[in-house]
């Protein structure tokens, strides 16, 4: 294949020029064509300056010629290009004898190192301008905070006078903790330095001066500019290290040459990929040096040879054979992705042949890249075992939530309906009614949290579920206070409690409700010391429903109470707690409020002066109904009931609880003597236990379905399973209702009343 011709596809800007005045153009890159807008044939053959009108050009290629070396030039702009700059490289290619055989005029931009030199001169004019500005009066801070260079001024014992704002970004200092203390002190070895000898040398000479170098604390590189001020000196700085690996790189670049054999080793070899050339006869014709390390062999041994010669596998020889001759045929480039076994050991590469295309239009080589992607395929197949691993750990986390909820329940079951029970009996005992009272609502917010433990991912996200009906406002903050007593009782706090006569109804939450006022009263405790004075007021003003929670405590700060509401916040308040905290509290309860359609609202007069929050609701519109009326215990007119569970507890406590009602109940313990039971009782509905041993629920369900075909009877699941799944397979064994352990006493009331 004609070298020239090969060169021409490489990517770069350069010209072949031949040894000698008018140095004429021998060719030229594709590349370069395409970004002088010039075409091959209207350029070769003339004088390289009437393609390229530079003056200094004809010095440097005869610079060249005299020493046999690479010479670099100044950056120019290219004709009809006035946006871009390129630095140009004049390589010589040597014949054997070391005589330049033609000159390789190279361009490498340097549009973004031109424009950093102009940023930087257009910087020191604009410190020049400010410096003349700042003279006149050294303490213009207005002027000295709004510039975007680092400045700072020292009293002629060194000490700071002044620290603007860029200086402290880029110092990572407050200015406090430098104003008044010596520069030595602060910077310890910095009067050792090249900079410590500047603000010496101008504090001395009173004439200004200026010094870039690598400051090694910080790790950077700094532009650094000193003028006399009437109490001391005055310094602008900037952090130049981006401008300096810039031109540490724009000087790299101006020093590369190449020679005949190294000119497409420089463009192709400093990349860890593979790049490779087939002649048409399949034969290699040119390999980078990454792939000559992984062949382990030298470039002799390896260009001219075959894959097959080369000892790669049978397959791989055939199917690279097949590849080329496609990319021949179709002048399209083809992919894939293959193993091989090199000095690296056994790696993947992703690979692409591509033609080369001639000057007649057919293909002359077939060109090749490879990229070593074992990491990344390792990496993805890590990630997707993990994502596998947190799918079956997700799973895992449901069954396990599932689990507990159903162990949950099951004790929640004969506690539940013993308060039930108990509050039947206490009928006309005031002391016994309040407890029951009591135990009932522990027992039901218990329950709620147990009904929680199943919507914990969406509680996790903050995607809470208000459960809203018709409440009693004084019966949420009783129940929030009772949650709150020993915290209150512990701290030996005194609570005031006010609150109107006549109920006042909202339609809320009543857990989530009550645990934002608890979280308010919480707060109170914690932030109030020993023996302090709490007071929670409940009001009604024109269509809203007020709470509010005052202390005589720690109080809040008028900056502190902008963010008191804000996530993680634990505000200036925060050091007197001993008990922690994360600071999602109150966060928390504001959510939970906007989410009610209120508002959470907290005022202070300041530090140690105590805290008031306040909560807002809108009244609740419906009409007042008597949510304390008694339930009949003859409203079950003594319907027959069949009860089965293997918790003898919860079977006995809810027969009690069903006969109380008026119901005729039997009860059965697994499910033989629950078969039994029904062919002697023949019960109108069946309570009937799912997770009981030999013979569950599911069982019994379908073998009562299957032996009594005719009897009409309702059966009814009675489980700690709540899931939906759980609900489909009581459907298909038989069952026509599904609840929850715990029953909730109205609710599984109506249920029997309506069989």
């Keep these: 294949m004609d070298y020239l011709q090969f060169l021409r596809g490489l990517p770069g800007l350069f010209l072949v020029l031949e040894p000698a005045p008018p140095f004429k153009i021998v060719d030229a890159s594709d590349e370069y064509l395409r970004a002088t807008q010039t075409v091959r044939g209207e350029i070769v053959g003339r004088p390289v300056l009437e393609v390229f009108p530079v003056s200094s050009l004809c010095a440097s290629l005869e610079e060249v010629i005299r020493t046999a070396r690479p010479h670099a030039m100044e950056a120019q702009q290219l004709r009809g290009d006035s946006e871009r700059w390129w630095n140009a490289v004049n390589a010589p290619i040597l014949d054997a004898q070391g005589r330049v055989q033609l000159i390789v005029h190279r361009l490498e931009d340097a549009t973004e190192v031109v424009r950093l030199r102009r940023m930087e001169q257009e910087a020191h004019a604009r410190i020049e301008a400010e410096r003349a500005r700042i003279e006149h009066d050294l303490r213009a801070s207005e002027v000295l905070e709004s510039i975007t260079d680092g400045f700072f001024a020292l009293d002629r014992e060194f000490r700071f006078e002044y620290v603007n704002h860029e200086a402290e970004l880029i110092l990572g200092i407050a200015r406090a903790d430098l104003i008044g203390q010596s520069i030595w002190d602060a910077y310890p070895g910095l009067k050792d330095t090249d900079f410590g000898r500047l603000y010496r040398n101008v504090m001395d000479t009173r004439q200004p ?80 040096e990454s792939l000559l390390n992984m062949w382990g062999i030298p470039r002799e041994q390896a260009l001219g040879k075959t894959t097959w010669e080369l000892g790669y596998p049978e397959w791989e020889a055939e199917m690279h054979d097949r590849e080329i001759e496609e990319v021949v045929a179709t002048r399209k480039p083809i992919h894939g992705e293959v193993p091989f076994e090199g000095t690296t050991g056994r790696r993947v590469w992703d690979y692409i042949f591509a033609p080369v295309i001639g000057p007649g239009g057919d293909v002359v080589a077939i060109a090749g890249t490879a990229r070593d992607t074992t990491d990344r395929r390792t990496a993805e197949e890590a990630i997707a075992a993990q994502a596998e ?10 069954e396990f939530i599932a689990t507990l909820s159903h162990e949950l329940r099951n004790p929640l079951a004969p506690l539940r309906n013993s308060v039930a ?22 027992v039901n917010h218990l329950v709620r949290l147990v009904d929680d433990l199943l919507e914990i991912s969406r509680i996790n996200r903050g995607d809470f579920a208000l459960r809203r009906e018709r409440v009693r406002l004084q019966e949420v903050v009783r129940n929030a206070l009772e949650t709150c007593a020993p915290a209150l009782q512990a701290r030996k706090h005194v609570l005031e409690l006010s609150q109107p006569d006549a109920l006042v109804w909202v339609d809320a939450d009543s857990v989530r409700l009550a645990q934002v006022i608890a979280n308010l ?36 700060s008028p900056e502190g109470l902008l963010h008191v509401f804000e996530m993680f916040n634990r505000g200036d308040r925060a050091p007197m707690l001993t008990d922690g905290g994360l600071g999602i509290g109150l966060a928390l ?67 009690m609880m069903l006969r109380e009602m008026g119901a005729e109940v039997q009860v059965a313990h697994d499910g033989k003597e629950a078969l ?80």
């Design 389 to 398: 691993r947190l799918r079956q750990s997700d799973r895992a986390k449901d």
């Design 421 to 442: 029970i108990l509050r039947m009996k206490s009928q006309g005992e005031p002391e016994a009614a309040r407890l029951g009272e009591m135990m009932e609502r522990q």
């Design 209 to 288: 001066g200026s010094a870039t170098g690598y400051y090694e604390p910080h790790q950077r590189w700094y532009d650094v500019h000193v003028y006399p001020a009437p109490r001391g000196v005055a310094i602008y700085f900037r952090n130049v290290t981006e401008q300096r690996r810039a031109q540490d790189e724009f000087e790299q670049l101006a020093l590369e040459s190449e020679t005949q054999r190294r000119i497409y080793e420089v463009v192709l070899s400093n990349t860890p990929d593979l790049v490779f050339i087939f002649g048409l006869d399949h034969r290699f014709i040119y390999a980078n």
């Design 521 to 556: 009263v919480d707060n109170a405790a914690k932030y109030t010391p020993d023996g302090g004075h709490i007071a929670v007021r409940l009001s009604v003003q024109e269509r809203e429903a007020i709470v509010a929670v005052k202390d005589n405590g720690a109080g809040i």
């Design 589 to 655: 309860a504001k959510r939970l409020v906007d989410m009610h359609g209120g508002t959470l609202g907290a005022t202070s007069e300041g530090l140690g002066k105590g805290s008031e929050f306040t909560l807002r609701l809108p009244l609740s519109t419906a009409d007042a109904a008597d949510a304390g009326a008694a339930t009949p215990q003859s409203a079950l007119g003594r319907k027959r009931v069949l009860v089965v569970d293997d918790n003898k507890d919860a079977a006995d406590t809810l027969g």
């Design 676 to 755: 039994d039971a029904f062919a002697r009782f023949r019960p109108s509905a069946v309570l009937l236990d799912i997770g009981m041993p030999r013979m569950n629920g599911y069982e019994v369900a379908r073998e009562l379905r299957a032996r009594f075909p005719d009897v009409p009877v309702s059966l009814i699941a009675l489980t700690g399973w709540g899931q939906e799944q759980d609900r489909t397979r009581a459907r298909d064994a038989g069952f026509d209702h599904h609840i929850v352990k715990p029953a909730n006493l109205d609710e599984l009331q109506a249920l029997l009343a309506s069989v």
